[in-house]
């Protein structure tokens, strides 16, 4: 019905930069609020960014300055770029959004994506 799919994931050198997306598609009538959340080993998901459907953002206290959230409403998409990267960055980053489908709404989750930073 409903399908998130992220890219971008990989390995990279502590201050370097990656930028993951996000692909929404399916039974889609509308797309409301986009984020990330992340995963360490042993941690609870925390949420790192949020986008709202006008374009307003919010991020995690440990991101802000480095990371920046953005989005495509035409390919139901959002981005993460992440600069300045830090070896507390690893885990596995997940997309989810808001999604308004033929059926019913809810919150879809993607697959996930891993992030790993080296020092």
């Known amino acids: 019905q409903v399908q998130l799919v992220e890219s971008g994931g990989g390995l990279v050198q502590a201050g370097g930069s990656l930028r993951l997306s996000c692909a929404a598609s399916?039974?889609?009538?509308?797309?409301?609020?986009m984020g990330w959340h992340r995963q360490a080993p042993g941690k609870q998901r925390e949420l790192v960014a949020v986008i709202t459907s006008g374009g307003n953002t919010n991020y995690a206290d440990s991101v802000k300055g480095r990371f920046t959230i953005s989005r495509d409403n035409a390919k139901n998409t959002v981005h993460l770029q992440m600069n300045s990267l830090k070896s507390e960055d690893t885990a596995v980053y997940f997309c989810?959004?808001?999604?308004?489908?033929?059926?019913?709404?809810?919150?879809?989750w993607g697959q996930g994506t891993q992030v790993t930073v080296s020092s």
């Open positions: 399916g039974s889609i009538i509308s797309v409301n609020n």
């Open positions: 989810n959004a808001d999604v308004q489908s033929v059926f019913y709404r809810r919150i879809y």
